[in-house]
């Protein structure tokens, strides 16, 4: 496979998604989605993955500010140093309202390693996204995980030059793995006055509200995001 390849050999480059055609619009719409969430990398360049196109991607988009890592590193300290949930209600509102009471998170592009580009959510119930066998439904919303079948969460972010990748496991009960992945691009604001300065990863808040969650010491104070 590609990501095989010696690094010398390599050449970064976006990854190669399909999806379901709309109309100019949307379709001009998801481009810069793409453009916007994934970076090019030299791991994944030119893999090939279908992405989810759902009605809802631009609420998701809307909703999903581009933290820096600094701004994401105060989120994960908060939930973890306060033993605190966030609650997202502004997107369970506009998005999720049929299908959970409180959203606690949303990575609003990630991809499943082999299986799928999309949005991924969690609440008090587990996680929700997209189920890749259903991919003639893109509005589809489904329960992927819930917290009593996850073993373990471990996170990482492999840093490069001028793109960064982080990478979230998920190890179920029953011996299953989940891999999910985000390419960070460098963070505009920041990276001229600080060296590899990336885009914070939406990805590293699941894995610290599945530390405080897995420890049950959850009280009933959330943080609201706006």
Not at 35 to 55: C, G, H, L, N
Not at 132 to 156: G, K, L, V
Not at 180 to 203: D, I
Request: glycine letters at 2%.
């Amino acid at each position: 496979m590609y990501k095989d390849l010696p690094k010398k050999e390599k050449k970064k480059g976006p990854m190669a998604l399909s999806h379901k055609n709309k109309t100019e619009q949307e379709n001009k719409s998801l481009r810069n989605f793409i453009v916007k969430w994934m970076a090019e990398t030299e791991d994944f360049a030119y893999t090939v993955s279908r992405i989810q196109f759902p009605s809802f991607l631009k609420a998701i988009d809307d909703a999903c500010p581009q933290f820096t890592d600094d701004e994401m590193n105060f989120i994960n300290h908060q939930i973890n140093y306060e033993k605190c949930i966030p609650s997202l209600s502004y997107i369970q509102e506009s998005v999720f309202s049929n299908d959970t009471k409180q959203v606690w998170w949303v990575a609003p592009c990630v991809y499943w390693g082999g299986k799928l580009v999309s949005w991924v959510m969690v609440d008090k119930n587990g996680f929700y996204a997209p189920h890749p066998e259903n991919w003639d439904e893109q509005d589809d919303i489904s329960a992927i995980f819930s917290w009593e079948m996850i073993e373990n969460i471990s996170f990482e972010i492999e840093e490069f030059e001028d793109h960064a990748i982080a990478i979230l496991n998920i190890e179920a009960t029953n011996g299953q793995e989940l891999t999910l992945y985000e390419f960070l691009s460098q963070n505009k604001e920041t990276s001229s006055a600080k060296n590899n300065s990336f885009r914070g990863s939406y990805l590293s808040v699941f894995k610290s509200i599945f530390d405080v969650n897995y420890k049950n010491i959850f009280f009933p104070l959330c943080i609201d995001f706006l």
